[in-house]
């Protein structure tokens, strides 16, 4: 992890007999994700360990004995001349490991397929297809840091790509991280957070074409999580995100601790532009082949484009681009959709061809 270090990285450089943790679903949301529901255990002046978590004190009997309010199958351990007891057991990270899940692995659909001797393509042709991704929102792997946050509309939307690869996109988005890791690097070695922004600004210009994305955002964004727990993937879905190509298809655990989960993620389709995402969202209804199955799942989304018949029989009357025709200055609901028809048009007589 290229930033700050989370809780499970801090846990290995403490004593070995402070390695324990305990965790609890608190709120009652179905993990034990947010802050001040997972925790280290303190050792107690007998050796033992106890959950700080709903941490009660015990009731002292005249025998001397104590009882835990709790109920009488919590233990009492002393502490501060008292004792106190907790309903959540202590266990040992080292013979417990908190189990991680990789980040989602799927490059996507090659822009450029094989062709035959006349220039046929022998592959599938797919129409704004997408890429499934995921971000992290607070948890212990992100230091409770929201990786999932919408960064604002870094990435620049163009018509022109709308059925062309997201790698175009990934590749502006792995650039900001280049950036960053310029700034985290200076950030490092003594400079300002100023300085390291501008360090990470400089990296950017040189990299990227000004055209497709918005450098003053690009760089707020690199002071905003210069210090967080976010991994590249959830760098690239927040700017992506943020600039309204992603469909989010639900979240699923990616950290736990004796099965109770301590990170959650939320997988994602991102797109190549904005207009990719709004006809997959509203053309994958229409169609037969998505039926019980729009997204896939949390953990495994299906992102893949529309093959041309598909995207033949699709009812763009039926479609509400209001989002889409929002983002165009000056420019008729029916240009633009003539001027899609013909683009899309072109491209499946040019690989035809």
């Known amino acids: ?29 179905g993990d034990a994700a947010d802050a001040g529901e997972m925790a280290y255990c303190s050792i107690t002046t007998s050796g033992q360990h106890q959950c700080p978590l709903e941490e009660t004190a015990c009731l002292a009997a005249p025998s001397g004995d104590f009882s835990c309010p709790l109920g009488p199958q919590f233990s009492c351990l002393p502490k501060n001349g008292g004792a106190t007891c907790s309903p959540h057991a202590c266990a040992d990270v080292a013979s417990n ?29 797919e129409i704004f297809g997408g890429r499934a991704m995921r971000c992290r929102p607070p948890g212990i792997s992100t230091t409770l840091s929201n990786c999932c946050k919408d960064k604002g509309k870094i990435v620049k939307d163009g018509m022109g790509s709308s059925v062309g690869s ?48 918005a450098i003053s955002l690009a760089v707020n964004f690199m002071i905003e999580v210069l210090l967080q727990g ?19 298809v639900g979240s699923y655990c990616t950290s736990s601790f004796l099965g109770i989960c ?49 995207f033949q029989a699709l009812d763009f009357s039926k479609m509400d681009l209001s989002e889409y025709y929002a983002d165009i200055e000056a420019r008729a609901q029916s240009d633009i959709q003539i001027d899609m028809k013909e683009r899309v048009d072109a491209y499946l007589k040019a690989v035809g061809e």
């Open 1 to 29: 992890m290229l930033f700050a270090c989370a809780l499970v990285a801090a846990c290995q450089a403490r004593p070995a007999y402070a390695q324990q943790m305990c965790a609890a679903d608190l709120n009652g949301n």
């Open 166 to 213: 997201i790698g175009t996109k990934i590749a502006v988005a792995k650039g900001v991280f280049t950036g960053m890791s310029a700034a985290y690097t200076a950030f490092r070695a003594g400079a300002t957070a100023g300085q390291a922004a501008n360090a990470g600004a400089n990296a950017l210009i040189i990299g990227l074409d000004p055209t497709s994305i």
């Open 262 to 310: 301590l990170q959650k993620a939320r997988g994602h389709c991102c797109f190549n532009t904005k207009l990719g995402r709004i006809i997959q969202e509203q053309g994958r209804p229409q169609l037969k082949a998505f039926n019980g199955n729009l997204w896939g799942t949390p953990k495994k989304p299906m992102c893949r484009g529309f093959t041309p018949e598909e």
């Open 97 to 125: 490991p908190i189990v991680e899940e990789p980040p989602i692995e799927d490059p996507g659909t090659a822009p450029d397929g094989p062709v035959d001797a006349d220039g046929n393509c022998m592959g599938t042709v």
């Open 230 to 248: 976010c991994d590249q993937q959830d760098m690239e879905v927040g700017m992506l995100r943020g600039s309204g190509m992603c469909h989010e």
